[in-house]
Nanobody, 125 residues
């Protein structure tokens, strides 16, 4: 499995921006579709954004469309989540996930084969 490490979380005011990074190691990064998920206190982990192996196809949760952008750099083995116009409802621990072998963009928890440790994003009102 691929190993994943997230970074870039923090505390930001509503309307602000953050850029999350997820660095991969251990396997060929370009073989994996990638996704970002989040889990707020007392809630289940949910899909936020996903990107195909080559970066040409992306999917987003409806509530983040137009505000968040997922991208990847296969040469740097890294996937990013640019988050703009942040809202207090975006507060959560954000996790990156790599797809299971031969699967497409992970848009549900069973499709994820490897998880990072998570990074906290807190948006104050």
């Amino acid at each position: 499995q691929v190993q994943l490490v997230e970074s870039g979380g923090g505390l930001v005011q509503a309307g602000g921006s953050l850029r999350l990074s997820c660095a991969a190691s251990g396997r060929t990064f370009s073989n994996y579709a990638m996704g970002w998920f989040r889990q707020a206190p007392g809630k289940e982990r949910e899909f936020v954004a996903g990107i195909s192996r080559g970066g040409t196809t992306t999917y987003y949760k409806d509530s983040v469309k137009g505000r968040f952008t997922i991208s990847r750099d296969n040469a740097e083995n890294t996937v990013y989540l640019q988050m703009n116009s942040l809202e207090p409802e975006d507060t959560a621990v954000y996790y990156c996930g790599a797809s299971r072998a031969s699967m497409g963009i992970p848009r549900s928890l069973p499709m994820v084969g490897s998880w990072g440790q998570g990074t906290q994003v807190t948006v104050s009102s």
